[in-house]
């Protein structure tokens, strides 16, 4: 593996956990096994930490962060430029592990690791110039008032952040909430997904190596399902920044007043007008809704496709996903073994349900073990599950709809509202029809996707709390102090 990641792992190979500037061991001496989705084997262990070594992760993270949030802003910058460029150059054996712990295409799994470095350089840059402006207000904009009084405010720390990333980006994910968390004078104890925690553990050795002080930055790990409502409801959390499904709703539902920030499921809707380009439009929902698996928050998860061109669309798609590649992420192939043998039923379960109500399977439904054959399902009806459930894999409904009304109120009638694109070559239709889907970001001519990453990103509904993208999760990561200066007379009394 090379020298970089050698004191991440122990003498027994499994990986350690991050607390206070060590890589420990647990003393439970239990671990947690991750499976390679391709295998159903066990690849790599991750230790499974006591409720008492949690405890001691949040006492350093606490303990460091008033010295974190006296570091100066541009010091916390050179620290996010150091973590990027040793991130990418040691990108991948990080890489090499999302392949083999999420089964995520060799290509795509580089790309995620050189994505995170860059994504950590921006933050930087961005909150070294928003957190440090503040807002000055005088009193005498207020009905009654003279101006007596001078308002002062800036931007200050949260506190200990817990963050949660899922296991589709668990490098990509994790990073979009630790780099803005620590450039705002954060510190951050990060509970990565079972699968993923390999790579996401490895990518912590990028901020120990760049010397960041201890306690500022820790790794927990451990099955959501012990650690998690310890972690989440843990006395020392500031705020909890986590991505992924309902899991996210049970976590505020048990909650208390802790500010939350989060990403969860989506249903990304793709409508195809009567006078789109066709061509444009299949090539983006074969790429859109197939791409690691269909398991993308932004993946297309259903096309609602204009009758009158219905047909050639449906039949320019299928061509598309005829040609996509079927087999292992090492080979780079297109389609991948889905993430879990649970999934893939879960998966199977809806398919089977359309089945069953008689909709049309364009291309077979074909399954060896976690692997799924791309499908298309078309004559969808809005009694199947497949019409508004989220599959996480490569299976594609598309519901023919007579008039845009249609496809705009099945949209809408959905309580998952992450994103959804359309396809028009009308601008003012296409501005009409975003603004009447009610979704955190509709992309007009292309598929759904979260990036660029500075980008705005919001789920309306069940698909999020609060707002991403660096520039709004710089915001997210802050509490506004305010100063008022009370003058012994009105400020313009002189002169
Ligand atoms: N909105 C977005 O930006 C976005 C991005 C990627 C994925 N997602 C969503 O994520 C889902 C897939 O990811 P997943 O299967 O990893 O999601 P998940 O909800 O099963 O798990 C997400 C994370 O929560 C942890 N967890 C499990 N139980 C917990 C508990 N009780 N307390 C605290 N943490 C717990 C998991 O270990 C994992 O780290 C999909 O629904 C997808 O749409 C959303």
Same mark, same amino acid.
């Given at each position: 593996?090379?020298?970089?990641?050698?004191?991440?792992?122990?003498?027994?190979?499994?990986?350690?956990?991050?607390? *206070?500037?060590?890589?420990?061991?647990?003393?439970?001496?239990? @671990?947690?096994?991750?499976l390679n989705p391709s295998t159903n084997?066990?690849?790599?262990?991750?230790?499974?930490?006591?409720?008492?070594?949690?405890?001691?992760?949040?006492?350093?993270? %606490?303990?460091?962060?008033?010295?974190?949030? +006296?570091?100066?802003?541009?010091?916390?910058?050179?620290?996010?430029?150091?973590?990027?460029?040793?991130? +990418?150059?040691?990108?991948?054996?990080?890489a090499?592990?999302l392949v083999k712990e999420i089964a995520k295409p060799a290509k795509d799994a580089l790309t995620e690791?050189?994505?995170?470095? *860059?994504?950590?350089?921006?933050?930087?840059?961005?909150?070294?110039?928003?957190?440090?402006?503040?807002?000055?207000?005088?009193?005498?904009?207020?009905?009654?008032?003279?101006?007596?009084?001078?308002?002062?405010?800036? +931007?200050?720390?949260?506190?200990?952040?817990?963050?949660?990333?899922?296991f589709n980006y668990?490098?990509?994910?994790?990073?979009?909430?630790?780099?803005?968390?620590?450039?705002?004078?954060?510190?951050?104890?990060?509970?990565?997904?079972?699968q993923g925690?390999?790579?996401?553990?490895?990518?912590?050795?990028?901020?120990? %190596?760049?010397?960041?002080?201890?306690?500022?930055?820790?790794?927990?790990?451990?099955?959501?399902?012990?650690?998690?409502?310890?972690?989440?409801?843990?006395?020392?959390?500031?705020?909890?920044?986590?991505?992924?499904?309902?899991?996210?709703?049970?976590?505020?539902?048990?909650?208390?007043?802790?500010?939350?920030?989060?990403?969860?499921?989506? %249903?990304d809707?793709c409508?195809?007008?009567? *006078?789109?380009?066709?061509?444009?439009?299949a090539k983006n929902i074969v790429k859109g809704g197939y791409s690691y698996s269909g398991q993308r928050c932004t993946a297309v998860k259903v096309v609602?496709?204009?009758?009158?061109?219905?047909?050639?669309?449906v039949?320019k798609v299928k061509k598309g996903v005829e040609g996509l590649s079927v087999g292992m992420p090492e080979d780079d192939a297109a389609i991948t073994p889905v993430i879990s043998e649970s999934s893939a039923n879960f998966i199977e379960g809806l398919v089977r349900?359309a089945?069953?109500?008689?909709?049309?399977f364009v291309t077979p439904y074909k399954r060896e073990k976690n692997l799924i054959w791309p499908t298309l399902i078309d004559?969808?009806?809005?009694?199947?599950?497949i019409?508004?459930?989220e599959p996480f894999g490569p299976v594609m409904p598309i519901?023919?709809?007579?008039?845009?009304?249609?496809?705009?109120?099945?949209?809408?009638?959905?309580?998952?509202?992450?994103?959804?694109?359309? $396809?028009?070559?009308?601008?003012?239709?296409?501005?009409?029809?975003?603004?009447?889907?009610?979704?955190? @970001?509709?992309?007009?001519?292309?598929a759904p996707a979260?990036?660029?990453?500075? $980008?705005?990103?919001?789920?309306?509904? *069940?698909?999020?709390?609060?707002?991403?993208?660096?520039?709004?999760?710089?915001?997210?990561?802050?509490?506004?102090?305010?100063?008022?200066?009370?003058?012994?007379?009105?400020?313009? @009394?002189?002169?």
């Open positions: 593996m090379g020298g970089f990641y050698d004191e991440v792992i122990a003498s027994n190979g499994v990986y350690k956990f991050y607390s *206070d500037g060590e890589w420990k061991e647990t003393t439970s001496s239990r @671990t947690v096994k991750i084997e066990a690849v790599y262990q991750v230790q499974a930490c006591t409720r008492d070594e949690v405890d001691t992760i949040f006492d350093a993270a %606490k303990a460091a962060q008033p010295g974190w949030a +006296k570091t100066p802003l541009w010091k916390r910058a050179d620290y996010m430029h150091k973590v990027a460029a040793l991130m +990418k150059e040691n990108a991948q054996p990080m090499n592990a690791v050189i994505r995170s470095g *860059d994504l950590i350089s921006y933050t930087g840059e961005e909150g070294l110039r928003r957190l440090g402006e503040g807002k000055m207000l005088v009193s005498d904009s207020y009905p009654g008032q003279d101006r007596s009084k001078i308002c002062l405010s800036q +931007k200050v720390p949260l506190g200990v952040i817990l963050c949660i990333p899922p668990p490098v990509n994910l994790a990073v979009s909430k630790i780099a803005p968390a620590l450039m705002a004078g954060n510190t951050v104890v990060l509970k990565p997904p079972t925690a390999a790579s996401a553990t490895m990518m912590c050795q990028a901020f120990h %190596k760049a010397g960041l002080p201890k306690g500022v930055l820790n790794v927990a790990t451990g099955k959501g399902s012990e650690i998690g409502d310890y972690l989440t409801t843990h006395p020392k959390v500031n705020c909890v920044s986590f991505t992924g499904g309902d899991t996210g709703i049970s976590i505020c539902k048990k909650g208390g007043m802790t500010p939350y920030q989060m990403e969860l499921g989506g %249903k809707a409508i195809v007008c009567a *006078d789109a380009d066709i061509d444009l439009a609602l496709a204009a009758e009158e061109i219905a047909d050639e669309l039949a349900d089945e069953a109500k008689n909709a049309t004559n969808v009806t809005a009694d199947m599950r019409a508004w459930e519901i023919r709809v007579k008039k845009i009304q249609d496809a705009i109120d099945h949209c809408n009638s959905n309580n998952l509202a992450l994103q959804g694109c359309l $396809f028009t070559k009308d601008i003012n239709l296409a501005i009409r029809l975003s603004d009447a889907m009610s979704s955190g @970001t509709i992309q007009v001519n292309a979260r990036g660029p990453d500075h $980008f705005p990103f919001q789920g309306f509904r *069940d698909s999020g709390i609060g707002s991403q993208g660096i520039q709004n999760s710089l915001e997210m990561m802050v509490k506004v102090k305010t100063t008022v200066l009370n003058l012994d007379q009105p400020s313009y @009394t002189v002169g």
